[in-house]
């Protein structure tokens, strides 16, 4: 069964726009990581959040993390056409654990 | 640097038919996961293999089973395939280490359509 939830499940919005993308999970966790996937694709790692970190930045990327809310949200900022794409976060839940569960994802689609 | 191989890329199979996946780990990493991924829905956990050895499995039927090889790559099996085994098949992997938290890289899945 899926951990968490994605919110919104569709979202679109303007290049240029910022874009931002929440998750909420049930568990407690040891850490928190999103994916990108483009249509029928593979995923590929954005960036990891741990339990005890409560922000991180990457690039145009922004997650937080409220482990008191079970939740994390995710910004894309100044979006491009390339972002367009589905977006899911992945719980992990021990140390050196290779097991994530994954929500149902959140599908962004970028207007030119 | 590779990362994460997988093949094939697409097949197209018969139900109660029986289909091999393969996937090579990203170089420097000894773990491999197999997730499904139905359409629409996110990835889920199949079985990890280390040191040869199945350590965690999801909640999936014995028709699916798994090997690793010494070189850390991968295979998973499924027999008897059934009309809704039809999925993404995702390969990841990543580095056993003991500090909290790795990075798991995935491979581009192997599309399996069974009719």
């Known amino acids: 069964s899926q951990q968490g939830e994605e919110d919104p499940q569709a979202l679109s919005i303007q290049e240029g726009e910022n874009a931002t993308m929440n998750c909420s999970y049930k568990t407690s966790i040891n850490n928190l990581q999103w994916y990108r996937q483009n249509s029928g694709r593979g995923l590929v790692h954005l960036i990891l959040i741990r339990s005890n970190e409560r922000e991180k930045h990457s690039g145009r990327l922004r997650v937080t993390l409220d482990t008191s809310k079970k939740s994390s949200s995710l910004l894309i900022t100044a979006s491009r056409a390339a972002d367009t794409a589905s977006y899911f976060c992945?719980?992990?839940?021990?140390?050196?654990?290779?097991?994530?569960?994954f929500g149902t994802g959140t599908r962004l689609t970028i207007i030119p | 640097d590779a990362g994460v191989t997988q093949s094939p890329t697409h097949l197209i199979k018969t139900r109660g038919q029986q289909v091999t996946l393969r996937c090579s780990p990203k170089s420097g990493h000894d773990t491999v996961s197999w997730y499904q991924q139905a359409l629409g829905q996110g990835p889920q956990f199949i079985f990890q293999?280390?040191?040869?050895?199945?350590?965690q499995r999801g909640n999936f039927p014995d028709r699916f089973s798994g090997h690793q090889f010494p070189n850390y790559s991968s295979e998973l099996n499924v027999n008897a395939l059934l009309l809704g085994d039809s999925a993404l098949y995702l390969c990841a992997s990543s580095w056993r280490a003991k500090e909290a938290g790795n990075t798991i890289y995935f491979g581009e899945g192997s599309w399996l359509t069974v009719v």
């Open positions: 992945a719980t992990g839940l021990n140390f050196g654990n290779e097991k994530l569960t």
């Open positions: 293999y280390y040191e040869e050895e199945e350590r």
